[in-house]
């Protein structure tokens, strides 16, 4: 078994942590405090070519694997998760499904410019009564003259208040059936669509929203493919992206361990630094292995992706451990760093917020339990 990354994997990582020091890590502080993403950083994403990291050469994308992936998505969310939140909403779930199953012309509308990032992308699924339950989904799409009327609403929406379109779910038929979810292509604004930005303890500095869907025009061309029934799609981007997800904790939790290691090397008490009483150190110990453990099942996991043989228990164990590490780790850094810890001037509680994120969202802890209990046939 081979676990060295390629050289062009190792540039990547290199490109990309100069990248998050340089350009991300002076923003997150504000954006954090403003609750505000800094939107011209989809620009510069495009121009570095990190939006298209996953997508073929011969579509526009850098041509790298999934593995590649996870190593962006580890060093940006090593310094800010939020900025990562926005970019994976975008890059992954946002236009994801076009580069999948969307028409030519559908792809130069919204995919192609979603790759450079000119326009900005979101993904509606989740709403306010189904949380995880995808075939619960209320929001309805009528087939009428020349489109569809979309009414109901969608609830935490990565990019809402900021997205120029929406790749939207919506239920075409009443049936609690697969084949009755849709997805619509939905240019922003829209008339009928009214979107609030909400306030959030954890990964501020990414714009969330709520939307209000009623009697939403989409013309016929915005149905994604051009067919109904494009829940397999959604499912498969969900499922993949756990292991993306798994990554970003990684990474959070790599942000903290370091924060707490530099802390731990400079703070004195009785004239030597904390870092060489045994509590402290050990505690670190404890948080380094954990985190090695952690990196290794997030890489297979890419590395499945990769084969084509990832299934959804091994993606739920991957999200699972990856996730709830980095809630532990961040925590455990804020006591490394006492009083200091639970000020604004470090990260570490930042990274905390953060990191609870991701044992709720993209499918709680619990659902991935569930997934491999089913998986052990339970």
Known sequence: MDFTFTPEQEALRDTVRRFAETELAPLAREADDTEIFPKHLFRRFGELGLIGVRYPAEDGGAGFDKVSDCILREEMSRVCQAFSSSWSGHSHLGIWPIWKAGTESQKERFFRPGLTGEKIAGFALSEPDGGSDIRAMRTRAEKVEGGWRLKGSKLYITNAPIADFLTLAARTRPELTPDAISLFLVELPNPGITITRLKKEGIRGSDTGLLYIEDAFVPDDCLLGERT??????????????????????????????????YAKTRLVRGKPIGQFQAIAHKLADMAAEIEAARWLV????????????????????????????????????????????????PVGRIHRDSLVYVIGEGTS?????????????
């Open 366 to 378: 619990e659902i991935q339990r569930n997934l491999i209990a089913r998986g052990l046939g339970l």
């Open 299 to 346: 890489y297979y996991g890419a590395w499945r992706v990769d084969q084509g043989t990832l299934d959804a228990a091994t993606a739920a164990k991957v999200k699972l451990v990856a996730s709830e590490c980095a809630v532990r780790v961040s925590e455990a850094a804020i006591r490394i760093h006492g009083g200091a810890g639970l000020m604004r001037d470090y």
């Open 229 to 262: 029934g494009t829940y397999p799609v959604v499912l498969e981007s969900l499922v993949e992206n756990r292991v993306g997800v798994a990554a970003n904790a990684l990474g959070m939790a790599q942000g903290a361990l370091e924060a707490a290691l530099d």
